[in-house]
């Protein structure tokens, strides 16, 4: 869980009380210190799984924020690696672990990129997008790749119904509802609105061509099926 050299609690009381935007500024110099950050077990087995997919040349981290998928990139792709993320601290510290990456400061549902890169990946930004505007992510990365061009990301198997991690994150979504409908301005982060079949769905809608590719390296629960899935979404 969080480290010594992680935030307060009075750190993040601030950040959840702030917009999204402002909250991982605040939370930027000590997010790596934190369990909201990719696993290095997770980057490295995607990793592993997008070098069975490629070849890939350019490659694209959206919500790059410390630029923890700019590594899984620069192991799969030949090309140029670039990250997006509209948080100015995030970005300052991507930039201190990968100087010579592209960075850029924007807001991933107005992508500032023409149809230039092979690949793009995301780790761990999801839940911060409403389901009406997971529509409009999925598009804007469709028009941001060449055609032919891949966007994978990780999901997790749901947790057993009634185990304590399905608890966990059903007690955290609701009580981010409650901060929300008391306390402007919103910060939207929810667990539980990144439903597979739902995905699937929308990125069908934006043109993409979908499969599952199971990420092995993290293994399997007890009915065999892969605790880890990597979403493999190729531009028609």
């Not at 009381?13 to 790596?32: P, R």
């Not at 608890?167 to 667990?191: E, H, I, K, Q, S």
């Amino acid at each position: 869980m969080f480290t010594p050299q992680g935030p307060s609690l009075r750190e993040l009381t601030a950040q959840a009380l702030s917009s999204v935007e402002h909250g991982y500024d605040l939370l930027a110099d000590k997010f790596d210190a934190t369990p909201f950050r990719t696993s290095d077990r997770l980057l490295a087995a995607a990793s592993d799984t997008l070098e069975t997919l490629g070849p890939f040349d350019s490659g694209l981290d959206v919500c790059t924020g410390t630029g923890a998928g700019l590594g899984v990139l620069r192991a799969v792709c030949a090309g140029r690696v670039t990250g997006v993320d509209f948080s100015t601290g995030m970005l300052t510290r991507a930039r201190e672990a990968h100087p010579t990456a592209g960075l850029v400061r924007a807001d991933v549902l107005a992508l500032p990129f023409g149809p230039v890169f092979d690949l793009a990946v995301s780790f761990g930004a999801f839940g911060h997008f409403l389901p009406g505007e997971q529509r409009t992510l999925f598009s804007q990365v469709h028009a941001s790749l060449r055609p032919g061009g891949t966007f994978a990301f990780p999901v997790g198997a749901p947790p057993r119904v009634g185990s304590r991690l399905y608890w966990t994150l059903w007690g955290f979504d609701a009580t981010m509802r409650v901060r929300n409908a008391l306390w402007r301005p919103p910060f939207v982060m929810y667990y539980r609105t990144f439903r597979l079949d739902d995905v699937r769905r929308r990125l069908e809608d934006a043109g993409f061509e979908v499969g599952l590719a199971p990420v092995t390296a993290l293994g399997s629960r007890e009915d065999g099926s892969p605790r880890c899935r990597l979403v493999v979404a190729r531009k028609r």
